[in-house]
T-cell receptor
């Protein structure tokens, strides 16, 4: 079965804290690993990772992939209330249609 | 540039009724997708269209049909709605049928009673 497992499933922090979200996946048909942020509506794209050990950064967010250990982490530093959302880890397969397998998501709540 | 649009935003159906969810994108993307999102299940692919003129089944196609009307539009039809189809439906598009970034529409919340 093609699985993506995220942890923790939910996390409550205060503004200014740093958080690390985890994602593990199965190796079958792997092409890339994506992170999305979902607030009340549609998921919005954060990062796509294809190579091990290369950190991608966007402001306070960063992510890295370990293809040997089959996991990825998403770090958010100096969290703000606007970071409250569900963070989705997604494995993109190697099939012709780019099948995405979604994890259940981590619900992040940032209190002021 | 509206991105991906979906109609309707909300819909309530009785068991056995039919309806079509509409999706359109204005980014000149080749590939389009329909997902459903259920609590605790993540997003699951229903159908996809790798390019205009082609459609294929995803992970959970039973009870649904799709039409890729043209490059811009991709519709999802429920022929005989069932309570198990109560879900939030997302349409997405991407530049090509490889795992490029997918852009999602705002979703349709469907309730089948």
């Amino acid at each position: 079965e093609d699985k993506v497992v995220q942890s923790p499933l939910s996390l409550v922090v205060h503004e200014g804290d740093t958080v690390t979200l985890n994602c593990s996946y199965e190796v079958t048909n792997f092409r890339s690993l994506l992170w999305y942020k979902q607030e009340k509506k549609a998921p919005t794209f954060l990062f796509m990772l294809t190579s091990s050990g290369i950190e991608k950064k966007s402001g306070r967010l960063s992510s890295i992939l370990d293809k040997k250990e089959l996991f990825s982490i998403l770090n958010i530093t100096a969290t703000q209330t606007g970071d409250s959302a569900v963070y989705l880890c997604v494995k993109a397969g190697g099939t012709s249609y780019g099948k995405l397998t979604f994890g259940q998501g981590t619900i992040l709540t940032v209190h002021p | 540039n509206a991105g991906v649009t979906q109609t309707p935003k909300f819909q309530v159906l009785k068991t056995g009724q039919s309806m079509t969810l509409q999706c359109a994108q204005d980014m000149n993307h080749n590939s389009m997708y329909w997902y459903r999102q259920d609590p605790g299940m993540g997003l699951r692919l229903i159908y996809y269209s790798a390019s205009e003129g082609t459609t294929d089944k995803g992970e959970v196609p039973n009870g649904y049909n799709v039409s890729r009307l043209n490059k811009r539009e991709f519709s999802l039809r429920l022929e005989s709605a069932a309570p198990s189809q109560t879900s939030v439906y997302f349409c997405a598009s991407s530049e090509a049928a490889v795992p490029y970034e997918q852009y999602f529409g705002p979703g349709t919340r469907l309730t089948v009673t």
